[in-house]
Nanobody, 119 residues
């Protein structure tokens, strides 16, 4: 069982920055893929950024050049640095980890953290 604890959300003005953290209960190298998702009411959860165990990253077009996903293996933590925030970035942000084993693929979700960007 993997536990993910997300933190770092808050209220920020447009143009500001926030850094979200996702702390894992196991080594992040044991987690094949980790990512940040966000969700607003009445809309599907969408992928914001992802990082593989090999360090490859990917981003949604809407956040490219503004958000950066990174990890600290010593702390078993993945971060999402968000710069130049816009009101449309307002959402509940969730971190997800995927573990592949010979018997299947398991997804783990952290609790959400609210990000609110005021105009």
């Amino acid at each position: 069982q993997v536990q993910l604890v997300a933190s770092g959300g808050g209220l920020v003005q447009a143009g500001g920055s926030l850094t979200l953290s996702c702390a894992a209960s196991i080594s992040i190298f044991s987690i094949n893929d980790m990512g940040w998702y966000r969700q607003v009411p009445d809309k599907a959860r969408e992928l914001v950024a992802a990082i593989t165990s090999g360090g490859s990253t990917s981003y949604a077009d809407s956040v490219k050049d503004r958000f950066t996903i990174s990890r600290d293996s010593a702390k078993n933590t993945v971060y999402l640095k968000m710069n130049s925030l816009k009101p449309e970035d307002t959402a509940v942000y969730y971190c997800k980890g995927v573990v592949n084993t010979p018997i299947g693929r398991t997804e783990y979700w952290g609790q959400g953290t609210q990000v609110t960007v005021s105009s």
